[in-house]
């Protein structure tokens, strides 16, 4: 099963122009987006409804036109904010969209220190605020024209996101030795979430995954939590829950089956924890997730 990357790799739009928006609706298109990160800046808009953003262990709630900025190789996750449904958009592009010439003082100037962790801004921006008037004109109009044809498009693309990586600079401060140091500890714990990700089928144990991140159990334990808002037990349930979900409706495995590949041993703990996250039983949800492909289709 591809259960997907925790460090996403997939280029958006394309080499030689490497943006892309994309429009979501939560629950209705997707559950939620797990933690992972990228070497892209990332601006999420909410357009209506609400949804909850998780950058660097806090937790956001967007409601309409409010704004997120994340930051290249910022941990975050996006998922339904209680029983609220969320229409969103995120514009997705990497710093060197920005680049000119090989060597351009401009980009190094500029673009690097976001990229280095030498610049930091405030992400979180809501509807009203000096930051997100600023730029809400260009958001907007990027969204609009998310599916015209490129070849008469880029310069607009490219004016927007100059005008934004202006707005964020005047808003923004180089990062203090102790964001640095945060920032460092919290990417160690990356590898519990490689641990995670390569073994959730197995036995998984609090004191692997802190001896593979470096830390002592219970500062470990401390840590993940501001990281990830919930505890390692927690995280690794919700992982494998998104996971058996994938599962349950994308293939005709028996449910028992499902469980177990997902690392659930025990079938009635893990139907009790999957109607808890989702609100239905296990084949509810496939049945319901197959009445949603078969309506698209029509």
Not at 136 to 155: G, Q
Not at 179 to 188: E, F, T
Request: hydrophobic fraction near 35%.
């Amino acid at each position: 099963m591809d259960n997907g990357n925790l460090h996403e790799t997939k280029i958006h739009g394309s080499p030689a122009f490497p943006y892309s928006v994309y429009h979501g609706r939560i629950p209705e298109w997707i559950s939620s987006f797990p933690l992972h990160w990228h070497e892209s800046f990332e601006l999420i808009y909410c357009e209506r409804g609400s949804l909850r953003v998780t950058l660097w262990g806090q937790p956001y709630t967007l409601h309409a036109g409010d704004l997120l900025v994340i930051l290249p190789h910022a941990i975050h996750s996006i998922e339904q904010a209680g029983s609220e449904e969320g229409e969103y958009y995120n514009i997705i592009f990497l710093p060197t969209i920005f680049k000119g010439a090989e060597e351009d003082p401009c980009y190094d100037k500029y673009v690097l220190p976001f990229v280095n962790g030498k610049r930091t801004m405030e992400c979180f921006h809501p509807a009203g605020s000096d930051f997100n008037r600023a730029v809400t004109p260009s958001i907007l109009s990027l969204v609009a024209h998310r599916r015209e044809n490129y070849t008469t498009y880029e310069l607009m693309v490219k004016s927007g996101l100059f005008q934004l990586l202006y707005t964020m600079i005047q808003y923004s401060a180089p990062t203090d030795g102790s964001d640095n140091c945060l920032h460092l500890a919290y990417s160690r714990l990356k590898n519990a979430l490689y641990y995670v990700q390569n073994s959730y089928d197995q036995k998984i144990s609090i004191q692997t995954a802190a001896d593979r991140c470096g830390f002592s159990e219970s500062y470990f334990m401390k840590l993940f939590k501001e990281f990830t808002g919930m505890s390692f037990n927690a995280y690794l349930v919700d992982y494998r829950l998104e996971l058996a979900a994938k599962q349950i409706s994308e293939t005709d495995y028996k449910v028992i089956d499902v469980a177990e590949n997902c690392g659930f041993h025990n079938h009635s703990y893990f139907t009790r924890a999957f109607r808890k996250k989702y609100l239905k039983t296990p084949l509810a949800y496939r049945k319901a997730a197959r009445s949603g492909r078969n309506q698209g289709m029509q």
